[in-house]
């Protein structure tokens, strides 16, 4: 898929986690913090948002550089570079706070990416996860609707991903050395605010990345439609979120 279509996808997620990650930064003390790193910035939603909030550039990192030049063309004022955290230490970069959104799950190794990402960090920095799922947490109601998680949990595992990093994350970053607060970004979301366009291209995000039929598609987005309809649609959806600090 091209870097628009994940936009979208992005635009969407952000929407559905806005609240608790305005209160994230509001803990984290975003306004004060002079050099902030989106670190896997995808195409730059949240880094854009960070900018606006502290009044001054956020350097936005991802490993992908179709999604720096995309996020670059849609939120010029913000910094980018293709690279990953690596990169920023080998240029010796030190961050007051550095932010990560659904990238600890993608990790082939987690707790070397937390290690590499706490050098990192200034002097009394901080490192803000907004979000970490938890699939196997998830509860979709009615009950005709359950195989849904196994619909996210796939495709995850097939592209290296760990749709179960959530209930990982408390553990990990006390072994990578940080005092945490671990709390849940979100767990309830019930989709009837969204537009039936919306959430149709959401599905066929989901589709393409995992492959999954047009029957299956039109079973699913069926069965959406009726529950909405119905006001029973309910999804009951784990995310963690983290604020952290090395441990002294």
């Not at 063309?73 to 010796?92: C, I, M, Q, T, V």
């Not at 005709?144 to 995850?156: H, M, N, R, Y």
């Amino acid at each position: 898929m091209d870097a628009g279509r994940y936009h979208e996808h992005y635009l969407l997620q952000a929407g559905w986690l806005a609240p608790a990650r305005h209160y994230l930064f509001r803990k984290a003390g975003l306004a004060r913090c002079l050099r902030v790193l989106d670190l896997g910035c995808g195409s730059g939603v949240i880094a854009e948002e960070m900018r606006r909030l502290c009044a001054r550039p956020v350097l936005a990192v991802d490993r992908d550089p179709e999604m720096t030049s995309f996020a670059r063309s849609r939120y010029p004022e913000n910094e980018y570079l293709a690279g990953d955290e690596r990169l920023l230490r080998k240029k010796g970069m030190r961050f007051d706070l550095i932010v990560l959104s659904f990238v600890l799950m993608w990790q082939e190794r987690p707790l070397s990416f937390l290690n590499r990402t706490r050098e990192l960090l200034a002097e009394n920095g901080a490192l803000l996860l907004l979000a970490e799922p938890d699939y196997g947490g998830r509860v979709d109601y009615p009950a005709e609707l359950d195989f849904l998680k196994e619909v996210f949990i796939g495709p995850i595992r097939s592209q290296g991903g760990d749709p179960f990093i959530g209930r990982r994350l408390s553990s990990l970053l006390r072994r990578a050395g940080f005092s945490a607060d671990v709390e849940l970004a979100s767990c309830l979301n019930i989709p009837c605010g969204d537009t039936d366009e919306a959430w149709a291209r959401e599905w066929r995000f989901w589709q393409d990345l995992s492959g999954f039929s047009d029957a299956t598609l039109a079973r699913i987005l069926r069965l959406e439609k009726r529950a909405i309809a119905r006001r029973e649609r309910l999804v009951l959806f784990p995310v963690f979120c983290a604020l952290a600090r090395p441990g002294r």
